[in-house]
């Protein structure tokens, strides 16, 4: 069993950055894989970026390659996602996600376990 907790939210304005958290309870975090997904208003949750349990493998959506970076600190239970030129397209909630296993996937489906969403905001 896994828990998430999300930080790090909040508004910017564009070209600005942003560092989300998600915080993992239970000891066997470091063999989960993660996930970022977000969803805007209006619209459904789309896959963001994901990293595997040693965090040596690495995927992100096109909307966000070059921007975002996705790291993960297994001694400390976290897993970042740094978000730098930050655009209003990026405005969505954005929740964590962990599923048991090595296969990182891009997509809901296989993920588990969720946070309940950290809310970013991009003015223009």
């Known amino acids: 069993q896994v828990q998430l907790v999300e930080s790090g939210g909040g508004l910017v304005q564009a070209g600005g950055s942003l560092r989300l958290s998600c915080a993992a309870s239970?000891?066997?975090?470091?063999?989960?894989?993660v996930g970022w997904f977000r969803q805007a208003p209006g619209k459904e949750r789309e896959f963001v970026a994901a990293?595997?349990?040693?965090?040596?493998?690495?995927v992100y959506a096109d909307s966000v390659k070059g921007r975002f970076t996705i790291s993960r600190d297994n001694a400390k239970n976290t897993v970042r996602l740094q978000m730098n030129s930050l655009k209003p397209e990026d405005t969505a909630v954005y929740y964590c996600?962990?599923?048991?296993?090595?296969?990182?996937?891009?997509?809901?489906?296989?993920?588990?376990?969720w946070g309940q969403g950290t809310q970013v905001t991009v003015s223009s």
């Open positions: 996600a962990a599923r048991s296993g090595a296969t990182v996937y891009n997509h809901m489906e296989p993920y588990r376990y």
């Open positions: 990293i595997s349990w040693t965090g040596g493998n690495t």
């Open positions: 239970g000891r066997t975090f470091s063999t989960y894989t």
